[in-house]
């Protein structure tokens, strides 16, 4: 019977039938659960990398070493692997590799909207997308395939929409190829200039090869319909057009890259007018122009955010528009927000009090940079808090740097902070750190990395021990404070912030959503003395709320877990932890 | 296109249960044997931001995601939220919400009033809206947290999905702690259809 799977779950399962028996990740929204679903598999390895630099490397060696191997990331994470990536295509594989890109348009969880088909021409690499789970998982086996007989890595190209969208899936049994024999080929996997030039040949060779097969593969299809309007598209975009225009004629690419150009010449020849719908760059539609094709594509669509139905239908004619019921003008924003009891509330309110600069980084902490705590200067990818903080204090002087911070999580920290905190030692910055250890990766879902202790499968294993990293760095002054004890964290910041050397704070608390509110007591407003003067309001969290009408605060018992921070915080001490 | 399509649009607040409501619905799809696609959000917006999951099933299902204008039930887990994505409903839909405020950040740092009568303004735009007490029922069948499945029993009732269906994708979906109360809440919202319809 067909199962229900999201697509991640779905490529997970094909690698698994593909007789993959190597997985390596890092997490990030919309890829995670790819990695952490082949890990339930028995019988397979599969790791948590501390970045996907890390997870990109020892992909490429567990192929080397004759393993089918997936290695999974967001498509900001690829970035982060480029620089194994680009090589790795000139080596080649011995066993097959497969990357899966996982794009965010839209940017639903996400810093920028890149669309990584753009690696497929500059890494010169096949890219793979499939448009369902079914084809996620379908697709995923044909890569390793793929990747085996044209001897190079296949990325696997999927949206944040198939990533989380279940659709059903027909599971297949797991081939057991086991691992393949390992022979010691400097030539081609030694790449200094000598052999690399000769590997450049057979990648450009084996990208003919590639386009050859594009033009008979399984993969790319022609869909005939109604020949006055054809459109060529490929993944969930597939779908849309499918749902909105079900009777035009469809080229769907499974592939896109290369180009199957025979393919799609034969198809622009065989309709009256041609559309390209694609989400974000026009990766397809520039190939297709230049050769010398009339189409249209991004003059009638955008390179802006995800598509809809409705977008594509409202573009390209077809069936009624919506009724129009809207009050969503109306309606108050609800944007995402900090859980009551998280430890970076602590933080946020203290950096605010202190009116710091703060360079931020990527996790549930830049939430801290929208209203009430406005607690952020700037956030560029992963890791940058600690170098951009560098960066400031090297252009406007050491003066300044007694009013910046670096925050950045315990995760991001492993993943790429430890390197531009041997810049600050290195280049005599005085720069101060905060490292808001939750002892975990949160955003993502939850996930364990080198600091918790624990594997990806939930074993114990050695526990990278942070204070003793960073004093090994060079750094002298390390403290550990609790980010819910607003004295002690504003104490130790003051203190750091005035030394003329590096400093790094560790504010150190489990993640609230992992922890079990204690039972044993409940937070209380005293009604004659409150005052009504909003500061426990100001700390942003659900589990207190301000009645407009009696002018007075009140604790949300459904949402509140007893963390005390908005009694430290008001002034009138009219919030009191209450016993039983 | 052949056949009926089943458009259903779940809202809420992130950490309300819409994940779970919409799984269950999806599986009950399943057992009926359509083609079934859901669409769901991770990541970011969960942590208390405005969160939606999208439920289709019929012959045979292309977009994940629902067209503006094509859902034929909103279940809502809040009321600003019902109001919210009332564009994507269908004329003659039906909107089932949840009697349910949960404050946004603008509204609980004063900037904005919450719109007190806003179930009222959907049920006049709507004709068929039905109001559910759905977190009361959950908490008298002994965990707020039911009150998802409480909906979804209103829903069962509303739409005519078989009820030992629902409960054998219940029994699959649900923790074995939570599973009585979770069956129990599925039948009061059964119930309540009953009562409110």
């Not at chain 1, 679903?37 to 004759?66: H, I, L, Q, T």
């Not at chain 1, 009551?340 to 549930?364: A, N, S, Y």
């Not at chain 1, 609790?482 to 203190?495: F, G």
């Not at chain 1, 030394?499 to 937070?523: T, Y």
Request: charged share 25%.
């Amino acid at each position: 019977m067909k199962k229900l799977m999201i697509g991640n779950d779905a490529i997970a399962r094909g690698a698994y039938e593909a007789g993959a028996t190597v997985a390596t990740a890092y997490p990030g929204t919309p890829s995670t659960e790819i990695v952490s679903s082949f890990a339930r598999y028995p019988g397979v390895y599969a790791e948590w990398s501390p970045n996907e630099k890390v997870a990109m490397e020892v992909g490429a060696g567990a192929s080397m070493g004759g393993a089918r191997t997936l290695v999974a990331m967001k498509h900001v994470g690829v970035n982060v692997a480029a620089d194994p990536l680009y090589t790795f295509v000139y080596t080649g594989v011995n066993g097959g590799l497969v990357i899966v890109s996982a794009d965010d348009p839209g940017m639903h969880s996400s810093q920028n909207e890149q669309d990584n088909r753009g690696y497929g021409r500059f890494a010169k690499l096949p890219v793979i997308e499939p448009s369902d789970s079914q084809e996620a998982k379908d697709y995923t086996r044909l890569a390793f395939t793929i990747s085996e007989e044209f001897d190079t890595p296949v990325m696997l190209r999927i949206t944040t929409r198939l990533a989380h969208s279940q659709t059903l899936v027909l599971e297949g049994e797991r081939q057991e190829i086991g691992i393949k024999d390992y022979k010691k080929n400097a030539p081609k996997n030694v790449m200094l200039p000598g052999f690399a030039r000769e590997r450049h040949v057979e990648v450009e060779k084996r990208l003919l090869k590639l386009k050859e097969y594009a033009q008979t593969s399984e993969l790319n299809r022609i869909e005939w319909g109604d020949r006055s309007l054809g459109v060529i598209t490929s993944g969930v975009c597939y779908q849309y057009v499918k749902e909105v225009l079900p009777d035009i004629s469809v080229l769907k690419l499974g592939m896109v890259n290369p180009l199957p150009d025979k393919i799609i010449c034969e198809f622009a020849a065989g309709v009256e007018r041609l559309v390209i719908v694609e989400e974000l760059e026009p990766v397809i539609e520039e190939q297709v122009r230049s050769w010398g094709i009339a189409v249209e594509g991004k003059e009638l669509f955008t390179l802006l955010g995800e598509y809809s139905p409705e977008f594509i239908e409202e573009r390209l004619g077809g069936g009624a528009q919506s009724a129009g019921f809207g009050l969503d003008k109306e309606i108050p924003a609800r944007p995402p927000l900090l859980c009551p009891g998280c430890p970076h509330r602590g933080v946020f309110h203290t950096l605010k009090k202190m009116r710091l600069t703060v360079m931020g980084d990527i996790g549930c902490y830049t939430l801290g940079a929208l209203s009430p705590m406005d607690g952020m200067d700037a956030c560029v990818c992963m890791g940058a808090s600690i170098g951009t903080a560098l960066g400031m204090e090297k252009a406007r002087g050491r003066e300044y740097a007694g009013q910046v911070v670096a925050v950045i999580g315990d995760s991001t920290f492993v993943h790429s902070g430890i390197t531009p905190l041997i810049d600050i030692v290195y280049n005599q910055g005085t720069s101060t750190v905060v490292i808001l250890d939750n002892s975990t990766t949160a955003m993502t879902g939850h996930q364990d990395h080198p600091a918790t202790g624990f594997t990806i499968k939930g074993e114990p294993t050695a526990k990278l021990d942070l204070e003793a990293l960073i004093k090994a760095i060079g750094i002298k002054n390390v403290r550990v404070v609790d980010p819910l004890q607003l004295d002690q964290l504003e104490q130790a910041l003051k203190e750091e912030l005035q030394r003329r050397e590096p400093s790094v704070i560790i504010a150190k608390r489990p993640c609230a959503l992992l922890q079990k509110p204690p039972a044993d007591i409940k937070m209380v407003v005293e009604n004659e003395l409150c005052k009504g003067c909003k500061l426990c309001i100001r700390i942003g969290c659900t589990g207190i709320y301000f009645i407009e009408d009696k002018k007075l605060a009140a604790i949300n018992p459904n949402t509140c877990v007893n963390c005390g921070l908005c009694a430290q915080v008001c002034t009138f001490d009219a919030i009191k932890i209450m016993e039983g | 296109m052949a056949g009926k399509t089943t458009n259903i649009l779940i809202v809420g607040v992130g950490g309300q249960g819409t994940l779970l409501t919409s799984r269950i619905l999806a599986q009950v799809a399943v057992q009926l044997g359509h083609d079934v696609k859901v669409s769901e959000i991770h990541g970011m917006a969960q942590r208390g931001g405005s969160v939606v999951s999208e439920v289709r099933y019929g012959d045979k299902i292309y977009s994940p995601i629902i067209k503006k204008g094509d859902a034929d039930i909103i279940l809502a887990f809040e009321k600003l939220e019902a109001a919210r994505w009332l564009d994507y409903l269908k004329p003659g839909g039906m909107v089932i919400i949840n009697n349910n405020r949960v404050d946004p950040l603008p509204v609980m740092s004063g900037k904005v009033k919450y719109p007190q009568d806003i179930d009222r303004r959907v049920a006049e735009l709507v004709e068929r809206t039905l109001v559910v007490d759905a977190s009361a029922i959950a908490v008298a069948c002994g965990n707020v947290r039911a009150a998802n499945v409480v909906l979804v029993g209103v829903l069962a009732a509303a739409i005519g999905l078989p009820g030992d269906q629902v409960e054998k994708a219940i029994r699959e979906m649900v923790p074995a702690k939570a599973l009585a109360i979770n069956l129990k809440a599925f039948n009061e919202g059964q119930k309540q259809y009953g009562n409110i319809a």
